[in-house]
Structures are given as structure tokens and as C-alpha cells.
Nanobody
Framework: QVQLVESGGGLVQAGGSLRLSCAASGNIFSINAIGWYRQAPGKQRELVARVTSAGNTHYENSVLGRFIISRIDAKNTVYLQMNSLKPEDTAVYYC??????????????WGQGTQVTVSS
């Protein structure tokens, strides 16, 4: 059973920083890509940033230059360093692991979500 456990959300003032962490546990052989999505009230879930097993990164345009995603394969962990936060970054942030290979299956997994609130 693969689980993603997130941490690091909270309340911060505009201009501040937060770091989100997501650790994948289970009998994992490999993870194709891992990253973060977010969903604000009344809006669709959107990709924020992701990193592939090859180290290729992708960022949503509004976070370019402010957010940095990093991955530690040995720990099946991904981090999202969020700087210069804006009120519009307020959302529930979800960790996603794409094409996770275990001894018995390949699947996609989501974390439970962590709230990020940026006050103006």
C-alpha cells in the first residue's frame, strides 16, 4: 500500500515563505514523476510544479521564479519551497505521485492535502 504524507502547510503573511514536504511510503521501486497540485475554493485543481525521475521540472506560470521543487529519490520525498507568497496562492495543496511502481502494481497516488493560507 502506497501512502503520501504531506506536511508544512500553514498561515503566512504575503511575501513570506513556506516549505511543503511529501513523503511516499510503501514497497516502492520507482516513481515516474512527483509534484504538487492545488485547489482554491470554487476553482479546479491545477498543477503547481512537478519533477520527473530524470530531474525535469515543470512549473505553473504564476509560480515561476517563486517556487522551487526538489526531489530526493532515496527517500521518495519531494519538497516545494514557496517564496514571495501571495494571497492568490491560498489553496489546499495536494501531493501527487505519478506511475508509482511497486512489487505488485503501477498506479497514481494522492496525498490528503495541506492547507496554505496567505494573508494580505
Amino acid at each position: 500500500q502506497v501512502q503520501l504524507v504531506e506536511s508544512g502547510g500553514g498561515l503566512v503573511q504575503a511575501g513570506g515563505s513556506l516549505r511543503l514536504s511529501c513523503a511516499a511510503s510503501g514497497n516502492i521501486f520507482s516513481i515516474n514523476a512527483i509534484g504538487w497540485y492545488r485547489q482554491a475554493p470554487g476553482k479546479q485543481r491545477e498543477l503547481v510544479a512537478r519533477v520527473t525521475s530524470a530531474g525535469n521540472t515543470h512549473y505553473e506560470n504564476s509560480v515561476l521564479g517563486r517556487f522551487i521543487i526538489s526531489r530526493i529519490d532515496a527517500k521518495n520525498t519531494v519538497y516545494l519551497q514557496m517564496n514571495s507568497l501571495k494571497p492568490e496562492d491560498t489553496a489546499v495543496y495536494y501531493c501527487n505521485a505519478d506511475r508509482v511502481t511497486t512489487a505488485t502494481m503501477v498506479g497514481d497516488y494522492w496525498g490528503q492535502g495541506t492547507q496554505v493560507t496567505v494573508s494580505s
